[in-house]
Antibody, heavy 118, light 108 residues
Framework: EVQLVESGGGLVQPGESLRLSCAVSGFTFSSYVMSWVRQAPGKGLERVSGITGSGGGTYYADSVKGRFTISRDNSKNTLYLQMNSLRADDTAIYYC???????????WGQGTLVTVSS | EIVLTQSPGTLSLSPGERATLSCRASQSISSSYLAWYQQKPGQAPRLLIYGASSRATGIPDTFSGSGSGADFTLTISRLEPEDFAVYFCQQYGNSPITFGQGTRLEIK
């Protein structure tokens, strides 16, 4: 059974940092592109970052470029999102998903809530 | 960036009725890299359709996708109570990947 389990969300103040993790099981993690997709309260979906199976290629939405860093540890079957200089408009549920450019998002985690507020 | 516009914003129907949801792209989508997702409150999106018309694993045949180029449709042939949710279309063939704003399917 494929499982994606996010962790690391929470309440932080503007300008602070958080690191999200996504632990994966049920498939060969290193073979798949992975993405982080967020959803602000009551809003739509935005892919904020993606990474190739080897970790050699990354993508960032303009809204997070220079502040967020995606990475993966294929030995631990874990995806990460380091989020720095957080802003109020980063408040959202963050989902990890298997998929990316050219590959549909077939599996999603349950999401982790990030709230940026003073 | 490809903008996806979904219509209607809200669709009010009764169980047993047929639902037709539209997704229009600002430009042609390559190789029909168009997907549909269902999202219920408090849950992650669930893949329904990929490649414009292929059903994902476990999706009942009451769900069907069609279209090509820039115009796509999700049809639910006979609504069940559990089908009332928000539906998003997504294009994943061009970078950046983009989503439509969603159609809320509510019980009339």
């Amino acid at each position: 059974e494929v499982q994606l389990v996010e962790s690391g969300g929470g309440l932080v103040q503007p300008g602070e940092s958080l690191r999200l993790s996504c632990a994966v099981s049920g498939f060969t993690f290193s073979s798949y592109v992975m993405s982080w997709v967020r959803q602000a309260p009551g809003k739509g979906l935005e892919r904020v970052s993606g990474i190739t199976g080897s970790g050699g290629g990354t993508y960032y939405a303009d809204s997070v470029k220079g502040r967020f860093t995606i990475s993966r540890d294929n030995s631990k079957n874990t995806l990460y999102l380091q989020m720095n200089s957080l802003r109020a408009d980063d408040t959202a549920i963050y989902y990890c998903a298997r998929g990316g450019s050219g590959v549909v998002f077939e599996y999603w985690g349950q999401g982790t809530l990030v709230t940026v507020s003073s | 960036e490809i903008v996806l516009t979904q219509s209607p914003g809200t669709l009010s129907l009764s169980p047993g009725e047929r639902a037709t949801l539209s997704c229009r792209a600002s430009q042609s989508i390559s190789s029909s890299y168009l997907a549909w997702y269902q999202q219920k409150p408090g849950q992650a999106p669930r893949l329904l359709i990929y490649g414009a018309s292929s059903r994902a694993t476990g999706i009942p045949d009451t769900f069907s996708g069609s279209g090509s180029g820039a115009d796509f449709t999700l049809t639910i042939s006979r609504l069940e109570p559990e089908d009332f949710a928000v539906y998003f279309c997504q294009q994943y063939g061009n970078s950046p990947i983009t989503f439509g704003q969603g159609t809320r399917l509510e019980i009339k």
